[in-house]
């Protein structure tokens, strides 16, 4: 096993409350991503998806705060000083948002956007610049990238757009993207080339991805293992060519099930009842207890621990006797 | 759960028996240049429930739009409970017939509920509106699943999902013979979607109400209704019975559309 | 007995410190001016010459003016005066201007656009032209001052109002309300407005300070509220005790002016949800040294979404 490009552990952010509290958004997660791998993040709102790779990439907003340990490539990312996350953000990590367009200068050229980082903190000139600029859009797939360069972000659609935001992170030859929900804008054809696109780039170039997305099957297709999480912790974490047949954690399954099927009709979608909580909202034991039909009390005061389970690792006091329950169900 | 039964007005009564909920033909919109929706001709029959599936563009939340008279159309004629609605309604009579014909439930939990009315009053300020019984407040209340306490909070103390719930049984209040549902469970967490679902299809079976849902979600659309309509660019591009549709598309535009969504199985390489 | 205190503490912390502090002080200006027969020690027009530029007494307990007059009486009765002026402007703006923003929110397109146009002219003539002229078409007093700010005023609250409006028009919320047949009046008074009245406050209590300072210096001029009247603004143009150097007699009831102008606006910003300075600085919890608020890296926050 080589060296984890990404490890966290014990990963927990608080956010201080205007009365003085504080709540928890993160609750010890751990993960580790080897170099060139690429992992999903699943889950709802509330989830703490998106708040991981906030803290990933420091984004936190002010008033939070985070614990546990992120490391990227055996460096500590918590405690790096100004100019190691500049660092670290130029050219270690690249970040590919949902929204491309709230990202994005509205008021500059697409040209000025994916050259700037280049020019300022590189060094680079700006013809050379504007040169690999115009060859990092014909990777993901722009015709006629001289003419777009001199584009604004308005004159282009949003699928293109999110392209150029890719474009944007390659130019800075970062060994691991996070992409949070970087189709969920985009209409189902076009979300199939985007994600096409990210998947050929990250294997020709041997970056890591962490895909943080709502959709399982989504995650899925375009991941080797899949987290899913729920109300800060991830809860089940397994390889995604298995997940469909071996997913062993009641929420994973009530996932599965809640997403009606495009091939037939269900009499009745098996929902999940309740709603997705965040982890200040939940009590003491394990948070999906509440909405669990297989919850005992047990389940509710004593928090259960990641083990493992049929190839996988499944955070769920009760996790063998459901499975049997289910097989002889399915018997 | 109890249904809650049409109470139905003296004006009510004149209705077309025995004709389709929805009908459009040859339904057009312009914005200026641009021409949203081009020749759309379809039929929602009584108690049916049709799908219109498009992306970004295609013009289906226009003709949502044109359908509850929030845009006018340009061209070709719109019949509801067969009478006729392609212009704007004469006087505050005629706004209220329409209502209680159809009603629509929008995208957007967080700004289609009034920011300072409860559950509760939102929906008793329609039943009063429409001259019906008060005390059916708290058998619509019921119906769409919320708690005593949820329907007396503000939208801002309620859940996403909770809210649309809201949404519904306002719309419900009017007792509508067809309810839009434009992209209405698309903003909704998955476990919260497929509970918003199920109580859509319990609705329609308790009450024999009619859908025309407004959506890009294939799978969404084949379990709530029956035909299925793919617009593109404003044109349809096919219509007809959902298993036919979905399972055997004429069209490559259709089959594009099915084949982009991810499913076990799929892979990223197209 | 819960129920108030519940209020009690919403009203705290939608206002805040300087919110309450300036609501309180509002409230004792308000309830001198409302009880001032009973409050005040002396009339405020009874003069009596020997006590001319009387110091601080048991008799006067702010001193007189220069012809005797009880100070603290005159600045109670003067409180009627000074606040009724700029609650007629803002109570007369406000009945002109909401139905006008209304109205151009609802329909916008040409409607708008001309109303808008409308308040832009009227926002770029100087109130105090204005008012100035109008004294001079019809002579000094209340009431053409008052009438000229009146209209002076309508778009500073009414842009306001609009831009608001605006913002609700467009929610989908108008849209089902529209849908399930009511009518226009209904929903912009029922809800619409309703749901900006927030706003309308808050701005009017900011307009109700420019207007107080409006007028008193209409009043210092000589051209609304009349001499011998107790006002604010006639107080503070009493020039025969500045030269005379009794600064205490012009110096208090500014003082005043300046409070209640002061307490109006941060009143305003408050209740239209503008939070105090210093809300970002918030306290952090007590385990400082968190490694994530190391060296100034998060500074670059993204969007809302989390």
């Given at each position: 096993m080589t060296a984890p490009l990404l490890e966290l552990s014990g990963l927990t952010v608080d956010v201080a409350t205007e009365d003085g509290g504080s709540r928890t958004l993160l609750d010890g997660v751990d993960l580790s991503l080897a170099p060139g791998e690429a992992l999903g993040l699943v889950g709802e709102s509330g989830s703490g998806k998106s708040m991981t790779m906030r803290a990933v990439t420091r984004l936190l907003p002010r008033a939070a705060s985070a614990s546990g340990s992120i490391r990227f490539e055996g460096a500590d990312v918590l405690g790096m000083n100004a100019g190691e996350l500049r660092r670290y953000r130029d050219g270690g990590v690249g970040l590919v948002f949902q929204d491309p367009r709230a990202h994005i200068n509205p008021t500059r050229r697409i040209g000025a956007f994916l050259t700037e980082a280049l020019v300022r903190n590189r060094g680079v000139g700006r013809r050379e610049a504007l040169a690999r600029a115009a060859a990092v859009l014909a990777e993901v797939g722009i015709d006629d990238?001289?003419?777009?360069?001199?584009?604004?972000?308005?004159?282009?659609?949003?699928?293109?757009?999110?392209?150029?935001?890719?474009?944007?992170?390659?130019?800075?030859?970062?060994?691991?993207?996070l992409a949070d929900e970087p189709t969920t804008a985009l209409d189902v054809t076009i979300q199939r080339e985007v994600v096409a696109i990210l998947d050929r780039l990250r294997r020709e170039r041997g970056m890591g991805m962490v895909f943080i997305t709502h959709d399982l099957d989504l995650a899925l297709a375009v991941c080797g293992r899949v987290a899913v999480m729920y109300a800060g912790r991830i809860v089940e974490l397994?390889?995604?060519?298995?997940?469909?047949?071996?997913?062993?954690?009641?929420?994973?399954?009530?996932?599965?099930?809640?997403?009606?099927?495009?091939?037939?009709?269900?009499?009745?979608?098996?929902?999940?009842?309740?709603?997705?909580?965040?982890?200040?909202?939940?009590?003491?034991?394990c948070a999906f207890a509440p909405r669990c039909s297989f919850a005992t009390a047990g389940c509710e005061s004593e928090p259960p621990a990641p083990t493992e389970f049929d190839g996988g690792l499944v955070r769920c006091a009760r996790v063998e006797e459901i499975h049997a329950a289910r097989m002889e169900a399915k018997a | 759960m109890k249904a809650v039964e049409g109470a139905g007005s003296v004006e009510d009564t004149d209705a077309v028996e025995g004709c389709d909920a929805v009908a459009a033909r040859g339904l057009n919109k312009h914005f200026k240049a641009h021409h949203a929706v081009v020749d759309v001709d379809f039929d929602v029959p009584a108690g049916g429930s049709l799908?219109?599936?498009?992306?970004?563009?295609?013009?289906?939340?226009?003709?949502?739009?044109?359908?509850?008279?929030?845009?006018?159309?340009?061209?070709?004629?719109?019949?509801?409970?067969?009478?006729?609605?392609?212009?704007?309604?004469?006087?505050a009579r005629e706004r209220g017939r329409r209502a209680r014909e159809l009603q629509i439930v929008f995208?957007?939990?967080?700004?289609?509920?009034?920011?300072?009315?409860?559950?509760?009053?939102?929906?008793?300020?329609?039943?009063?509106?429409?001259?019906?019984?008060?005390?059916?407040?708290?058998?619509?209340?019921?119906?769409?699943?919320?708690?005593e306490r949820q329907s007396h909070a503000r939208p801002r103390d309620l859940s996403g999902g909770q809210r649309q719930r809201v949404a519904i049984a306002r719309a419900l209040a009017a007792s509508p013979k067809v309810l839009i549902l434009d992209e209405a469970v698309s903003a909704l967490d998955v476990s919260i979607q497929a509970q918003v679902l199920n109580l859509l299809a319990d609705i329609r079976a308790e009450t024999g109400i009619a859908y025309l849902l407004i959506s890009h979600d294939l799978a969404v659309v084949r379990q709530l209704c029956d035909t299925v309509l793919v617009l593109r660019r404003g044109r349809v591009v096919e219509q007809g019975e959902c298993d036919r549709v979905l399972d055997d598309p004429a069209e490559d535009y259709t089959r594009a559309l099915r084949e982009a969504v991810p499913v076990p199985g799929w892979t990223v390489n197209a | 007995m819960n129920r108030t205190?519940?209020?009690?503490?919403?009203?705290?912390?939608?206002?805040?410190?300087?919110?309450?502090?300036?609501?309180?002080?509002?409230?004792?200006?308000?309830?001198?001016?409302?009880?001032?027969?009973?409050?005040?020690?002396?009339?405020?027009?009874?003069?009596?010459?020997?006590?001319?530029?009387?110091?601080?007494?048991?008799?006067?307990?702010?001193?007189?003016?220069?012809?005797?007059?009880?100070?603290?009486?005159?600045?109670?009765?003067?409180?009627?005066?000074?606040?009724?002026?700029?609650?007629?402007?803002?109570g007369v703006s406000l009945l002109l201007g909401i139905p006008l923003a209304l109205l151009a929110s609802w329909y916008g397109?040409?409607?708008?656009g001309v109303i808008a146009r409308v308040f832009d002219l009227v926002y770029a003539l100087p109130g105090l032209l204005l008012a100035v002229l109008t004294v001079a078409l019809f002579g000094p007093g209340l009431t053409p001052a008052v009438v000229a700010l009146s209209i002076a005023y309508i778009p500073f609250l009414a842009r306001i109002v609009r831009a608001a409006a605006r913002q609700q028009r467009v929610s989908p919320y108008v849209d089902a309300l529209a849908v399930q047949?009511?009518?226009?009046?209904?929903?912009?008074?029922?809800?619409?407005?309703?749901?900006?009245?927030?706003?309308?406050?808050?701005?009017?209590?900011?307009?109700?300070?420019?207007?107080?300072?409006?007028?008193?210096?209409?009043?210092?001029?000589?051209?609304?509220?009349?001499?011998?009247?107790?006002?604010?603004?006639?107080?503070?143009?009493?020039?025969?005790?500045?030269?005379?150097?009794?600064w205490f007699q012009v110096l208090a009831p500014g003082l005043l002016i300046v409070l209640t102008v002061l307490a109006l606006t941060v009143?305003?910003?408050?209740?239209?949800?503008?939070?105090?300075?210093?809300?970002?600085?918030?306290?952090?919890?007590?385990?400082?040294?968190?490694?994530?608020?190391?060296?100034?890296?998060?500074?670059?926050?993204?969007?809302?979404?989390a």
């Open positions: 990238p001289q003419r777009r360069l001199g584009q604004y972000p308005h004159e282009v659609s949003g699928g293109m757009l999110q392209r150029v935001m890719i474009a944007s992170v390659l130019l800075a030859e970062p060994r691991l993207i397994r390889s995604a060519d298995t997940l469909h047949e071996r997913a062993a954690h009641p929420y994973t399954l009530g996932l599965l099930g809640s997403r009606p099927s495009i091939d037939a009709r269900a009499e009745r979608l098996s929902a999940i009842p309740g709603r997705p909580v965040s982890a200040f909202e939940s009590g003491p034991g | 799908g219109i599936v498009g992306e970004s563009g295609s013009g289906k939340t226009t003709i949502a739009r044109m359908l509850v008279g929030l845009e006018r159309p340009s061209g070709g004629t719109i019949t509801v409970m067969g009478r006729d609605r392609s212009r704007p309604a004469r006087g995208q957007d939990p967080y700004t289609s509920l009034d920011p300072s009315q409860s559950a509760r009053a939102a929906v008793e300020e329609v039943l009063r509106h429409h001259g019906r019984d008060l005390s059916l407040a708290q058998d619509l209340v019921d119906q769409v699943g919320l708690t | 205190k519940h209020l009690w503490k919403r009203l705290n912390t939608t206002l805040g410190r300087s919110g309450m502090l300036s609501a309180a002080f509002l409230a004792v200006v308000l309830l001198a001016a409302i009880l001032a027969p009973l409050v005040a020690p002396a009339d405020p027009n009874q003069s009596s010459l020997l006590d001319a530029y009387a110091g601080p007494s048991g008799a006067h307990l702010l001193g007189a003016d220069g012809i005797g007059r009880d100070l603290l009486s005159r600045l109670i009765f003067g409180a009627r005066t000074s606040l009724l002026g700029p609650a007629l402007v803002v397109g040409w409607v708008d047949g009511f009518g226009v009046l209904r929903i912009t008074v029922r809800h619409i407005l309703r749901n900006i009245v927030p706003v309308v406050v808050g701005q009017a209590a900011i307009a109700f300070g420019y207007a107080l300072l409006d007028l008193a210096s209409l009043s210092y001029l000589g051209l609304a509220v009349q001499a011998p009247t107790a006002d604010w603004g006639v107080m503070v143009s009493d020039s025969d005790a500045l030269l005379k150097g009794y009143l305003g910003a408050r209740i239209s949800g503008e939070k105090p300075p210093g809300y970002l600085r918030r306290k952090r919890p007590a385990q400082t040294a968190a490694p994530a608020d190391a060296s100034g890296n998060d500074r670059t926050t993204v969007g809302a979404a």
